[in-house]
């Protein structure tokens, strides 16, 4: 029943992605009923893509990724429960809810620390954490989040991340909305800033200028 469901969500998929998340939702629980959580997780991915591309309900889309991200880590395929909770900390901080980003960038981070394949990414995790923390606009936080970071992973302290991070903390602090974007523009020349975090940015930015109206 649940792999004639699957194919159902298929063919609804296009043209009707209401339809196809009813019919995948119904097979999702055939297969955690019987205890198939492997399975079940991809497709919990697969329903949170519908609600995220076809449907557009980001929220929806938000839960789904994160259960199939526990699903995955329940299952021991840590690498796939990393992406979909990577996934759930930009759709998280895209809808305000910083804290939660802020904790699942920080756990991805920690868990490859060790692992050498992942290692090489864990300095763009911390940035976009930092970015988080600056956007939840608790400068202390901020602060003490970047102490950790350098704790965690020796080699952080060296990286151009951990300068525009303690640029942009320092700039914030003075109200100087003229150096926050200069130090952006500069990183921006070596390592080009992506639409997630240019979007998180712009608010940090924009609360520098609310901060300047509400100070004059």
Excluded at 109 to 133: E, P, T
Excluded at 187 to 194: A, E, G, P, V
Aim: proline letters at 0%; aromatic letters at 10%; a negative charge.
């Amino acid at each position: 029943m649940a792999n004639t469901l699957t194919e159902a969500f298929k063919v609804y998929r296009k043209d009707s992605p209401q339809d196809a998340a009813r019919v995948l939702s119904t097979a999702i629980q055939h297969y955690t009923a019987k205890g198939n959580f492997r399975r079940a997780a991809t497709h919990q991915q697969n329903l949170a893509e519908v609600y995220e591309m076809e449907i557009g309900d980001q929220k929806k889309a938000l839960a789904a990724y994160d259960t199939a991200a526990q699903w995955f880590e329940s299952d021991n395929a840590e690498a796939l429960a990393n992406k979909l909770y990577l996934k759930v900390a930009d759709l998280a901080a895209l809808e305000g809810d910083y804290q939660n980003a802020i904790s699942k960038l920080e756990a991805v981070a920690k868990s490859s620390l060790n692992n050498n394949l992942m290692r090489w990414s864990v300095k763009d995790y911390f940035l976009k954490a930092g970015i988080c923390h600056m956007a939840a606009a608790d400068l202390v936080a901020t602060k003490r989040a970047l102490e950790q970071y350098r704790e965690l992973d020796n080699s952080f302290a060296s990286t151009r991340e951990n300068m525009l991070l303690t640029d942009l903390i320092q700039a914030v602090e003075d109200g100087d909305q003229e150096a926050f974007s200069d130090k952006l523009f500069q990183y921006d020349q070596l390592s080009k800033l992506d639409k997630w975090k240019t979007t998180i940015l712009l608010r940090v930015k924009n609360s520098i200028e609310k901060d300047e109206e509400d100070f004059s």
